[in-house]
C-alpha cells in the first residue's frame, strides 16, 4: 500500500520548484518568456486542482507531471496556429510553387534532440542533489554558478565575509560532487 | 580559510580546496594558483578532490543551468499569493 505522505503547500512552489520547472520548461520550448509562461501556468493549475493531490507523489513530481501537459499543449497551439499560416501562404511566384515556407527557414537548432534530453537530465540530477544539501548552501551555490553573481553581491545578500563565503561553496561543492558521483556516474 | 598568505611557497588542504574552489569560477589569484599546484604535487587526496571539482564544474556548464530572476521570482509569487486569495 502507498503511504499518502506528501503534502501540498503552494506558498513554497515558488521558492522551492521554480527553478527546477524553468529548466525542465526552457530546455523544451527554447525560449525564456514562453517557459516563464508555462511555469505560471502550471502553477495556476495546480493551485486549481490541488484538492486532487493525493499526497502519493511529491509536490515536484505532481507539479512536474502538470507542466508536461503545459508544454504539450503549447505545442499543440503552435502546431494549429501554423497549420492555419499554411493555409493563408499564397505563392506568387510559379517558380515557387510546391515550396512550403517551412523549407526555406535555416534549421536553427544547434544542439540535437538528444543532447536536450540529456542536459536535462544531467540539470534535474543537479537540482536533485542541491535538494539534498544545506538549504542555504545551495542557495549561495546557486547564485555564484548558475546565476553568476559576484562574490561581493552574494556576501552582502546574506551578511557573510567572502571567506565564510568560500567555505560554504566548498561544502556545498563538496556535497554535489558525492551525489553527483552517485547520481550520474554510477 | 587564509585568504590572502602569498609569502608561503605551501598552503594546508584546507587552503588549497578554497583556491581549486575559486579557480572553478576563475577568482583564485595568480599566488593561490601557484600555491595549488605545489601542493598537488605531493598531496593524492587533493589531486582527487580538483578532479572531481573540475568534473562539476564541466557538468554544470554541460547541464547549462539557468534560473529566474529575482523580479521574475516575485511576480509569481505574487501571482499565486493573488490567487491563493481568491480561492
Known sequence: MVENTHQINPDHWVDEYSDYLFNYA????????IAKDLISETFLAGLRSKKYFKGEATERTWLISILKRKIIDHYRKINSKKGQAEVKINYTDEDQEGDWLEEKVADNFEQSAEDNLVNNELGAAIYDCLDKINPKHA??????????????VICNEFNITPSNLW??????????????????FK | MNSENPDK??????????YCDKAQYNEAADWELEKLVSHLDKCPKCQEYTERNKKLTELCKKAELTSLK?????ELKKLLQENLKNK
Do not use: Q
Request: net charge negative; charged share 40%; hydrophobic share 35%.
Open chain 1, 26 to 33: 526552457i530546455v523544451r520550448v527554447n525560449d525564456r518568456e
Open chain 1, 139 to 152: 542557495k549561495i551555490f546557486k547564485m555564484k554558478t548558475i546565476d553568476n553573481f559576484d562574490t561581493e
Open chain 1, 167 to 184: 567555505v560554504i561553496i566548498h561544502r556545498a561543492r563538496t556535497a554535489l560532487a558525492e551525489c553527483m558521483e552517485e547520481k550520474w
Open chain 2, 9 to 18: 611557497k605551501y598552503c594546508n588542504c584546507t587552503d588549497a580546496g578554497c
Open chain 2, 70 to 74: 529575482e523580479e521574475e521570482r516575485k
